[in-house]
Each structure stands twice: as structure tokens, then as C-alpha cells.
């Protein structure tokens, strides 16, 4: 198939990043931070500024019980299989405006800019918000795509509870979405194809000099989260031999989590005890209880499972030695996701002609995803692949990440040729 660009396209960039700065506004924290959790009023404010820019370009939306929020541009066969696209709009503590956003606002500029070039789909095109694909609300990533994909069952989900025990059904309820969340997982095939465009979140691209990443795989991630029970006490009156302190048996837990990453023998394998909470917290009080969430991920499920096993034992023999009690539970263990070949073929054949009419360079390379993203989870719907750009320093989950303007719009091409090339199939 030949070049799917339409001869009329051309990108509107300033619209881009104008709504990327707009929607970096619509934050928990002060400029330059951005935090956006689910349902919080920034997230909601954030779902509706991003819904009036899809209605305003001509598509329909809705919302589905779960949260997520799909725009279709109805194609000339509207009962085929759709073709998707799409990311995340919520950003965790402390992060930056490019995460997730540069997909769903890359994608509607995609989409944009193809029905001004007077393209018509013959498959319609979607292009979807996930809800909470970080997991800063519940502990689970990924939560509205993992329902679509049938990794997790409705129940389970109305059930999961944040921090002060409000429930995910109390939390959508409230934010409008109070359907039944059976409706929300998709049969397998429901969309042709899904391809998510996304910042690297690392420093290969850059490293490399290359325009483009076509992903081939998404690494494995698990989430644990532990919770120690010591003994307390006084902090001048309980004496050294007898302390079961929880913070420091959660201290050198957190060391063996990164023992296991170490140990093993690839350095896909990565661990992270991103969260340590303990209390009471006074400086005058032996810790009693501490709470740590653990995230570990392998590119190799088996690898990534002995890390794991590896760190279960070391709690058990941290935990015994210090008699601090513990409660080990699995909040995630996802096996990881193999994007199609024929999808990135077809990505990679795209790029080839945009480089042969001297649209853009779009030197490209295919790679590994250590991140996960929702495409973690479509890929039990349709086949997938993701587009990475390179972002500065490979930076990511910090105020500081950045994709440059350029960067950003030549993701947005290569991602506009798919999703053209993939709507015109019959
Ligand atoms: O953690 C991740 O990989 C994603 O950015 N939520
Ligand atoms: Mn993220
Ligand atoms: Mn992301």
C-alpha cells in the first residue's frame, strides 16, 4: 500500500501544543507540575476539555461506565471492526504534561488533520481516554483498559478501594459514571486494530538520533503491596534487643527488592518500591507499622516471576528474623503483551513513503516498551503496536519531561498514515 497521507495533509502544530499547554493547566499541583489522579476535580475538569475539543472536531463521544471516553469519526462502513487509537489524560504526583497526552491529543490532531485533507475512513476511527491508566488511586494500572480487555472482572473493580476505603463504584458514581460495569469489556475483535502513540519514557531515541520506535513488546509488570506490623514503643524505654521495628524490617525489604532486580541475570528485569508509608510518625516512637508498594517488571514473564519469588522469600526472612508480622498481597501480575508484526510492517512501510515524499525523516527502529501502557491491555481486544517519540534525557514521571514540538509532529504523521492506512482496509 502506498503513502495513506491524503495530498492535502498538513498538521495543524500550533492547535497541538497550545491544548497541551491548556491541558497542563488543569493540574492538582502548580505550573510546571502536573498532577491529575482519577476523578479527582482535575482529572474531571481535564475529561471535559478534552471532550469539547473531540465534539468541537466533529466527533461523537461517550463515556462508558468505567470512566473511559471514546470519539468516533463514523466510517463509510460503519459496521466493519473500528480502528482505535488513544492513551491516558491522568498523570500521577509530581508529573509531567506529556505522559499519556501527547496520545490522545496527538491522535485527535491525527485525526483533524485527516478530515480537513477530506480523507474518508472506510472503517470508522476511535480515538479513546482510558481511565486511570496510572495507579495512583487504587494501586492498579491501566484500570479502564484492563476492564475493556477482560483482565479484570467488573465486581472486583467496583470493589477496589483507595486509601481511605472509598470504593471505585462510589468514586465513578460520583463522577457521573454510575452504569453497570458489565457493559464495559469488549469481545475480542471489537476494534481492527489499536495503535497508541506515546513519549519514549527513556533515553534510547534520543541516544540513538532516531525520529520514531515502533514497539514490539510491552514489558510485564506486577504491583505488591505489603504491609509490616512491629511492636512499637517508646523510643528512649525499648531497648535496642527488643525492638521489632517495622520500618527497618521495610527497610531492608526494600534493599531486597532491588537484590532481586540485581540478581537477575537481564537488565530488563526492574524493581521499585515507589511507596513507604509508616507510622505513628513521631520521632519519638518506634515505627510500629509500615506499608510499601513494590513494582517489579521483565520484558520475560519467567524472569520477572523469580524476582518475584526472590522477594517473597527475602520478606519472610527479614520479617521472621525482626518478628515484625507481615501481609504480602498481589494488587497486579501481568503476563507482558507482543504487539502484531503486520501492524508494525505496516507502520514501518508508512514511514518508509513519508520519507520517500519528504514529509519528515522518520528514522525509526523497532524496540521494547519497559513502561506499560492501556496497549498492555487492548492487546486481548485487537492486534497493537505503539509509535514512541524520543523525549528529552528520557525523562519521564518528572516536571521536567519533554517531547519537542517537531518530535511531537512526527509522531502525529506516522500515527495519522497508520490509522488512514488501517481505516481503508476492507
Ligand atoms: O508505570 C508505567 O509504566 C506507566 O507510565 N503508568
Ligand atoms: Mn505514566
Ligand atoms: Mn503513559
Redesign the pocket.
Known amino acids: 500500500m502506498g503513502l495513506s497521507l491524503p495530498a492535502g495533509f498538513t498538521l495543524d502544530g500550533t492547535t497541538i501544543h497550545h491544548r497541551i499547554a491548556a491541558l497542563a493547566a488543569v493540574s492538582e499541583s502548580p505550573a510546571p507540575v502536573v498532577t491529575r489522579v482519577l476523578f479527582s476535580e482535575a482529572d474531571l475538569a481535564a475529561r471535559r476539555l478534552v471532550a469539547d475539543w473531540c465534539r468541537e472536531a466533529g466527533l461523537s463521544t461517550r463515556t462508558d461506565a468505567a470512566g473511559n471516553v471514546f470519539a468516533r469519526w463514523e466510517g463509510t462502513e460503519p459496521d466493519r471492526p473500528p480502528v482505535a487509537t488513544g492513551s ?1 489524560i491522568d ?2 504526583p509530581n ?1 509531567g504534561r506529556f ?2 497526552v501527547v496520545g490522545v491529543l496527538g491522535g485527535l490532531a491525527a485525526i483533524e488533520a485527516l478530515r480537513r485533507a477530506g480523507f474518508r475512513p472506510r472503517r470508522s476511527l476511535e480515538l479513546i481516554v482510558f481511565t486511570a ?2 495507579p495512583t488511586r487504587f494501586g492498579l494500572g491501566c484500570l479502564g483498559s484492563r476492564i475493556m480487555g477482560g483482565a479484570l472482572e467488573p465486581a472486583a473493580a467496583d470493589r477496589l478501594a483507595d486509601g481511605a476505603g472509598k470504593t471505585f463504584f462510589e468514586w465513578r458514581s460520583g463522577a457521573g459514571c454510575p452504569g453497570d460495569l458489565a457493559g464495559v469489556p469488549l469481545e475480542p475483535g471489537h476494534y481492527a486494530a489499536f495503535v497508541e502513540l506515546h513519549i519514549e ?1 527513556g533515553p534510547i531515541l534520543e541516544r540513538e538520533g532516531l525520529d520514531i520506535g515502533v514497539v514490539e513488546k510491552i514489558a510485564a509488570p506486577a504491583a505488591l503491596r505489603l504491609r509490616l506490623t512491629g511492636e512499637g514503643g517508646h523510643a528512649g524505654a525499648v531497648l535496642m534487643q527488643d525492638r521489632h521495628d517495622a520500618l527497618l524490617a521495610g527497610a531492608e525489604i526494600a534493599l531486597a527488592v532491588e537484590q532481586a532486580a540485581r540478581d537477575s541475570s537481564s537488565p530488563d528485569t526492574v524493581g521499585t518500591t515507589g511507596v513507604f508509608r509508616i507510622g505513628p510518625g513521631a520521632i519519638n516512637s518506634v515505627p510500629a507499622w509500615a506499608e510499601l508498594e513494590i513494582d517489579l517488571r521483565d520484558t520475560d514473564l519467567p524472569r520477572r516471576e523469580a524476582a518475584r519469588a526472590q522477594i517473597e522469600r527475602a520478606v519472610a526472612e527479614i520479617c521472621g528474623r525482626r518478628g515484625v508480622g507481615f501481609a504480602l498481597e498481589t494488587i497486579n501480575a501481568d503476563p507482558p503483551a507482543i504487539c502484531d508484526p503486520g501492524l508494525i510492517a505496516e507502520i514501518m512501510s508508512q514511514m518508509e513513503e513519508i520519507r520517500r515524499n519528504r514529509r519528515r525523516r522518520c528514522s525509526s527502529r523497532t524496540m521494547v516498551s519497559r ?1 506499560y501502557h492501556d496497549t498492555l491491555f487492548m492487546a486481548r481486544v485487537c492486534p497493537v503496536t505503539m509509535i514512541f517519540i524520543p523525549c528529552r534525557g528520557g525523562v ?2 518528572r516536571p521536567d519531561e519533554y517531547a519537542a514540538p517537531e518530535a511531537i509532529e512526527t509522531g502525529v504523521t506516522v500515527l495519522a498514515a497508520s490509522l488512514a492506512a488501517l481505516a481503508s482496509e476492507t
Do not use: K, L, T, V
Open positions: 491516558h498523570a500521577i508529573a505522559d499519556g491508566e496510572e519514557q513502561a519521564s514521571h
